[in-house]
């Protein structure tokens, strides 16, 4: 069965500091991989997108890693912000079919000052 | 300014009084898909669209149905609304580009059905 799974189900850091999220699938084939961050009450917005020959992606303070082979995938977000505090969704996208997306449920990031 | 938009934002409605969710994209996608949000379950797919009149389910389509009449135009209609419905919906339009797949997320439609 595809499927992604995050962890954890919410952190909470200090402004300032640094956090990892984790997501593993088992979704096959494997297109490619992204990360997206959602606001409360708005549209998830895409941060990372990598496929299966990329390791790693950064976007300004997030870097996406991608290890194919163990089929997991994190996202480092350096030096937090208050803005940080989000829902960070990873997604699997399905190679046959591109409109395939298989969701995991999400880390719950509250950054505090 | 590219975007997607979805109206209403916010509706409250009975059980059985159909309603529409409007879903407009202006980048010319040809791909638009619905989902709903619920908690612990995150997004599930309940429609998508390859192209005008090209429509497929998704993972959760009882229930809804949708039409593609125009590119840009993907409405999601709930013939009898029943409380399990109530969530949070998205539409989505999305393009290929080489090997990725960029999807960009309308502002979300909260609808609780009493």
């Known amino acids: 069965k595809n499927q992604v799974e995050q962890s954890p189900q919410s952190l909470i850091i200090l402004e300032g500091k640094n956090c990892t999220l984790q997501?593993?699938?088992?979704?096959?084939?494997?297109?490619?991989l992204r990360w997206y961050k959602q606001d409360t009450g708005r549209g998830p917005v895409s941060l990372t997108i990598?496929?299966?020959?990329?390791n790693t992606k950064s976007n300004g303070r997030y870097t996406a890693t991608l290890d194919a082979d163990t089929k997991q995938s994190s996202l480092h977000i350096t030096a937090s912000q208050l803005s940080d505090s989000a829902s960070y969704i990873c997604?699997?996208?399905?190679?046959?079919?591109?409109?395939?997306?298989?969701f995991g449920t999400g880390t719950r990031l509250q950054v505090f000052p | 300014e590219a975007q997607v938009t979805q109206n209403p934002r916010y509706l409250i409605t009975v059980t059985g009084k159909k309603l529409t969710v409007t879903c407009s994209q202006n980048?010319?996608?040809?791909?638009m898909s619905w989902y709903r949000q619920d908690p612990g379950l995150g997004l599930r797919q309940i429609y998508y669209s390859m192209n005008v009149e090209v429509t497929d389910k998704g993972d959760v389509p009882e229930g809804y149905k949708v039409s593609r009449k125009e590119k840009r135009n993907f409405p999601l209609i709930l013939e009898s609304p029943s409380p399990n419905q109530t969530s949070l919906y998205f539409c989505?339009?999305?393009?290929?580009?080489?090997?990725?797949?960029?999807?960009?997320f309308g502002p979300g439609t909260r609808l609780t059905v009493t």
């Open positions: 997501c593993n699938y088992t979704v096959s084939p494997f297109s490619n």
């Open positions: 980048m010319n996608h040809e791909y």
């Open positions: 990598m496929t299966f020959s990329e």
């Open positions: 997604v699997v996208i399905l190679s046959y079919n591109t409109d395939k997306l298989i």
């Open positions: 989505a339009s999305s393009v290929t580009s080489g090997e990725t797949y960029e999807q960009y």
